[in-house]
Nanobody
Framework: VQLQASGGGLVEAGGSLRLSCSAS????????MSWYRQAPGKERELVAR???????KYGDSVKGRFAISRDNAKHTVNLRMNSLEPEDTGVYYC??????????????WGQGTLVTVSS
């Protein structure tokens, strides 16, 4: 299974970006899909998570500004980021819990996409 992320870039503070991640390969189904980020010198942190049923969870610092969504049929997850702040700068990684065959779970990371927010 491969996760391919896209959509990062340079944006001014207050701007918006949309990240996308597509899963491909041997997939029976996908449970949780998530976005994490890692800022320079900091640990990787959860940004947002969405279950297969559409329940969402957000990191405290992005609540009200970011929105996660997914398309189960296309095995994709998106992250809409509004009101971006310089503190949102980092490498964003998608993550998926995949049922590769019935009742056989595996976890995968995408390659990361860089988001830079200038002040």
């Amino acid at each position: 299974v491969q996760l391919q992320a896209s959509g990062g870039g340079l944006v001014e503070a207050g701007g918006s970006l949309r990240l996308s991640c597509s899963a491909s390969g041997s997939i029976f189904s996908i449970n949780d899909m998530s976005w994490y980020r890692q800022a320079p010198g900091k640990e990787r942190e959860l940004v947002a998570r969405i279950t297969s049923g559409g329940f969402t969870k957000y990191g405290d610092s992005v609540k009200g500004r970011f929105a996660i969504s997914r398309d189960n049929a296309k095995h994709t997850v998106n992250l809409r980021m509004n009101s971006l702040e310089p503190e949102d700068t980092g490498v964003y990684y998608c993550h998926a819990e995949v049922e590769v065959t019935l009742n056989s779970l595996a976890w995968f990371w995408g390659q990361g996409t860089l988001v830079t927010v200038s002040s």
